[in-house]
């Protein structure tokens, strides 16, 4: 029996720490992903030989079998508690009425949003970025705005540029934060000099030098006249 549940524990170590690991990686996590990993293939060892050496034993197999499914569910809920990334919320109400967005923006949200047209008519859509931690907040606040708002979200994978990428870099240099925020450079493979290339290849004005020139701005035309 005791060894019924060493096997058991060990094989909800490493399934738990295996899932964790995996959403780490997901999330681009990789020092810490690394981290886990060492101590994931010591446990996974551990408890493959134990199995190994008792093959002769159903319960133990049976053991082994049920730590995989209950460390599924273990990892899956230490990374949902620490709410690791963000996510892009879409927003689309009925209700069309400004008040919406500027609430959300006195909340500390970063709101983009337009009119659109639907089935029934206009509608308010609103595309809203933050962390997974302020995720729950945001949802009550919708809600609480339009109770029959339709509210969809995902997790972006990359960020650059913008209001909330720079309220992050200040609140991170303000507050002493480590640098685990979306930074500019948190933009993956990409060529700053294969962009300056394409610039003097196209003609083309960055919009940030068209505007603090004082110049109007209506999209990336280049300018071959």
């Not at 049976?62 to 508690?81: D, H, P, Q, R």
């Not at 109770?147 to 990359?158: G, K, N, R």
Request: with cysteine.
């Amino acid at each position: 029996m005791l060894m019924v549940l060493i096997i058991l524990v060990i094989n909800i170590i490493y399934i738990s720490l295996l899932t964790v690991r995996t959403m780490l990686t997901l999330k681009g996590k990789h020092g810490y992903a690394s981290l886990i990993s060492t101590g994931e293939a010591f446990v996974f060892v551990l408890g493959i030989g134990l199995v190994l050496e008792n093959l002769g034993e159903i319960q133990n197999l049976i053991a082994y079998a049920g730590g995989f499914a209950i460390g599924v569910l273990v990892g899956t809920k230490i990374e949902s508690s620490l709410a690791l990334g963000y996510v892009t919320v879409k927003v689309i109400s009925k209700d069309c009425n400004v008040s919406t967005p500027t609430f959300l923006r006195q909340k500390g949200f970063g709101v983009t949003s337009w009119l659109g047209e639907g089935r029934g008519g206009r509608r308010h859509v609103m595309e809203i970025l933050t962390s997974r931690k302020d995720q729950q907040d945001l949802y009550q606040y919708i809600l609480a705005c339009d109770p029959a708002a339709f509210v969809i979200s995902y997790e972006p994978q990359h960020f650059r540029g913008g209001f909330w990428v720079k309220n992050l870099r200040r609140y991170c240099k303000k507050h002493g934060k480590p640098r685990d925020y979306p930074f500019d450079d948190f933009f993956p493979e990409v060529d700053e000099e294969a962009i300056e290339e394409i610039q003097k290849e196209e003609g083309i004005t960055p919009a940030e030098d068209l505007q603090n020139g004082g110049s109007d701005y209506n999209g990336c035309t280049p300018n071959n006249s």
